[in-house]
């Protein structure tokens, strides 16, 4: 593909060396930066076409005003809030994401929180490497039956939806798109999914309409006790809320990949030395299940985020 040869792309965050070869192969010239700063960044940025990231920094109006010839920004991940979405629009600038190289790996992760919450098997692990032989205690409860609800229903709602196939259990669905539901899950209201879901699980996008939808009052207009699960952006979710819900019993565990408190790298947490009160809570509470925004971090997601975007910046150029 010689045509290429005259696109320039700045790599801004080491990915799988996948996606520097193939793009090489493609005829794209590489080049990585992965330690300047912002500003450094962006006294250069005019010398390329385009720009990979993952979250390194928040590409925003000033950097994109000195990004006068870029064509396309890819982002090898799902979301694509770390961009001013809509200035890059207005300079014709085109937006890739990689939602399908991680969608299976959240919806193993998903199943895998809710499994291990519902039967307590992290608690009844920590028991017994302290010698502590419980059973009763430990009872878990059953997926069959249940009703899981999903807000969200794009690549990775759909992935956990399909895995739930091999359980007799009720999926339903709400999203602000209409007719996305599929053999795997039954598109309803909001009011409905909040009457009859034993489960939620979110699977949205981190926008000024999700910021902190998970709140006292969300919680509390369920009709039943349930268990919720977020494996997608951290400020959907008002912890202290959250937290009153499991101390109440309204929540009956919580499965979190993703917390308030992390930076938009996704590689820190804002907790200062002084952690917040309600982000102790859940670091002590048996019925809640943390990991650190791994759910679409596997060693195959890895490969699959990398030749999703190869294969979507070749489109642009075919």
């Not at 920590?126 to 502590?132: A, C, F, I, L, N």
């Not at 059953?142 to 399909?162: C, H, P, Q, R, V």
């Not at 509470?285 to 596997?298: C, D, F, M, R, Y």
């Amino acid at each position: 593909m010689s045509n290429n040869k005259n696109i320039k792309i700045l790599h801004l965050d080491s990915n799988h060396p996948l996606l520097w070869k193939r793009l090489e192969e493609a005829g794209f010239v590489n080049e990585y930066d992965y330690t300047s700063t912002k500003e450094e960044v962006a006294a250069k940025i005019h010398n390329y076409q385009g720009i990979i990231i993952r979250s390194r920094f928040k590409i925003d109006q000033l950097f994109l005003d000195k990004a006068t010839n870029l064509q396309f920004i890819a982002r090898v991940g799902a979301g694509l809030e770390s961009i001013d979405c809509e200035y890059a629009k207005t300079k014709k600038i085109e937006l890739l994401a990689a939602p399908e190289g991680n969608r299976n790996a959240v919806g193993e992760h998903t199943i895998a929180m809710l499994l291990s919450l519902m039967n307590k098997l992290n608690r009844a692990d920590t028991m017994v490497r302290k010698g502590q032989w419980v059973r009763e205690g430990n009872r878990g409860c059953e997926l069959e039956g249940k009703t899981i609800g999903i807000i969200g229903y794009g690549n990775m709602g759909k992935s956990f939806a399909k895995k739930l196939r091999g359980f007799d259990v009720e999926v339903l669905c709400y999203d602000i798109q209409e007719n996305v539901g599929d053999e795997n899950a039954i598109q309803v209201t909001l009011a409905t999914l909040k009457q009859k879901a034993d489960v939620l699980s979110l699977h949205l996008p981190w926008t000024p309409e999700t910021d902190k939808l998970v709140d006292l009052n969300f919680i509390h207009s369920f009709v039943k006790e349930f268990w919720v699960l977020n494996t997608s952006r951290g400020k959907n979710v008002v912890t202290d809320d959250l937290v009153n819900g499991l101390k109440s019993g309204k929540i009956l565990g919580a499965g979190l990949d993703v917390l308030e408190y992390e930076e938009l790298s996704f590689e820190n947490l804002f907790v200062d030395a002084e952690k917040p009160v309600a982000f102790e809570y859940l670091l002590n509470a048996e019925n809640v299940l943390l990991t650190p925004h791994i759910a679409g971090w596997t060693y195959e997601s890895h490969e699959k985020l990398a030749q999703t975007i190869v294969d979507k910046i070749k489109m642009i150029y075919e």
